[in-house]
T-cell receptor, first 110, second 113 residues
Framework: QKEVEQNSGPLSVPEGAIASLNCTYS??????FFWYRQYSGKSPELIMF????GDKEDGRFTAQLNKASQYVSLLIRDSQPSDSATYLC??????????FGTGTSLTVIP | AAGVIQSPRHLIKEKRETATLKCYPI?????VYWYQQGPGQDPQFLIS???????DKGSIPDRFSAQQFSDYHSELNMSSLELGDSALYFC????????????FGPGTRLTVT
């Protein structure tokens, strides 16, 4: 079992809709959680991080963390075609070691 | 704002050759990470350094070594290159006293022929 699991998609949503991306992790000791956006051939770009249970909002993005259920999600409101990318969930389990999920491919249809 | 710098951006090597990748972290960042990303795969953690000391080790092959220097830049040395080493190599940096959010460099695309 991988430390971090994501639905690889592809996920397609119409422009203006809400895109919901999910991630589960296996280690209950995981400390902090990150969402990255990666365009093909480019480096991952940090979108949000969260380390406390609940919701964290930043503009059109909301990260949700539920440590009891060991999942973290990312909601993208008012999705735009420029949001089309692969979204990577990353988890810091301990120290300076991080695990990434395989990513969810999102396509926003104009 | 200054970002993570990686060099070279592209590198072509032959099997059994050696390669050295360089990473310059964001100023004042004290932690550096190296990742390998194959086509269609997630970034695989290789190794990290905090304050010039190795911090954590991931799936780094024994043929690879890395270090962080006094100016905090880091180098990943890869020897006896194999075809399977062809990948994007990312360096990321962070502040240890933060929550660990990492900022990635543009990557080095290594092609082994």
């Amino acid at each position: 079992q991988k430390e971090v699991e994501q639905n690889s998609g592809p996920l397609s949503v119409p422009e203006g809709a809400i895109a919901s991306l999910n991630c589960t992790y296996s280690d209950r000791g995981s400390q902090s959680f990150f969402w990255y956006r990666q365009y093909s051939g480019k480096s991952p770009e940090l979108i949000m991080f969260i380390y406390s249970n609940g919701d964290k909002e930043d503009g059109r993005f909301t990260a949700q963390l539920n440590k009891a259920s060991q999942y973290v999600s990312l909601l993208i409101r008012d999705s735009q075609p420029s949001d089309s990318a692969t979204y990577l969930c990353a988890v810091n389990i301990y120290g300076n070691q991080f695990y990434f999920g395989t990513g969810t491919s999102l396509t926003v249809i104009p | 704002a200054a970002g993570v710098i990686q060099s070279p951006r592209h590198l072509i090597k032959e099997k059994r050759e050696t390669a050295t990748l360089k990473c310059y972290p964001i100023p004042r960042h004290d932690t550096v990470y190296w990742y390998q990303q194959g086509p269609g795969q997630d970034p695989q953690f290789l190794i990290s350094f905090y304050e010039k000391m190795q911090s954590d080790k991931g799936s780094i092959p024994d043929r690879f070594s890395a270090q962080q220097f006094s100016d905090y830049h880091s180098e990943l040395n890869m020897s006896s290159l194999e075809l399977g080493d062809s990948a994007l190599y990312f360096c990321a940096s962070s502040l240890a006293r933060g929550v660990g959010e990492q900022y990635f460099g543009p990557g080095t695309r290594l092609t082994v022929t």
